[in-house]
Structures are given as structure tokens and as C-alpha cells.
């Protein structure tokens, strides 16, 4: 299973937490530039000291692959129907 951000499925948490929290604004204040920060020894993203992950959905990147591909057949079903409509139309003027 993998996690998903707004539409996009990602393929494990890691990638989803790079994703969220390398897009964060940072906030200015009088101590300083709040922001979250990413280590690359440990592989994590820290806020004020303090490891975090993004609490999100889980996702399957295989059943919205077969839910576009059911909505394509759709489409050509429907536009095969409006040309064999078209056909049938010319056949019998």
C-alpha cells in the first residue's frame, strides 16, 4: 500500500513526507526561521527538534491505475457507440 497526498499516490511514507514537508512555507519570527528540516543521516524530517511524519491516507497505485482504465473504456465504448450510431444513420438515408 502506498500513501496518498491530494491525488498522488506515493509509493511509501518517506516519499509522501518529502513531498508534504519540502513544500512547506516557512514562518519568520523573532527567534528565528521556523521550518521543517530534513536530515540525510537519519532520513527524516525534524521540527524544533522533534522527529515528524505526515498522517495521511493509505493508497493502492494498482486500484487507481484499474479505475483510470475502467474510465477509458468508457470513453471508447461511448465513442465507439456515437460512430456505429453514425453509421447506422448513413445506412438508412
Known amino acids: 500500500m502506498g500513501v496518498q497526498v491530494g491525488n498522488i499516490c506515493f509509493k511509501n511514507q518517506q516519499e509522501a ?3 508534504v514537508y519540502s513544500q ?3 514562518i519568520f519570527t523573532e527567534q528565528g ?3 521543517p528540516v530534513y536530515s540525510k543521516s ?3 524530517w525534524t521540527y524544533q527538534g522533534e522527529v515528524i511524519h ?3 491516507p493509505e493508497c493502492s497505485q494498482v486500484e487507481n491505475f ?3 482504465q475502467v474510465i477509458g473504456w468508457i470513453f471508447v465504448l ?3 457507440s456515437a460512430y456505429k450510431f453514425k453509421v447506422i444513420l448513413r445506412m438508412m438515408a
Open 17 to 19: 513526507d518529502n513531498y
Open 24 to 26: 512547506s512555507v516557512p
Open 33 to 35: 526561521i521556523l521550518s
Open 42 to 44: 537519519s532520513k527524516s
Open 54 to 56: 505526515a498522517n495521511l
Open 66 to 68: 484499474i479505475d483510470g
Open 78 to 80: 461511448l465513442i465507439v
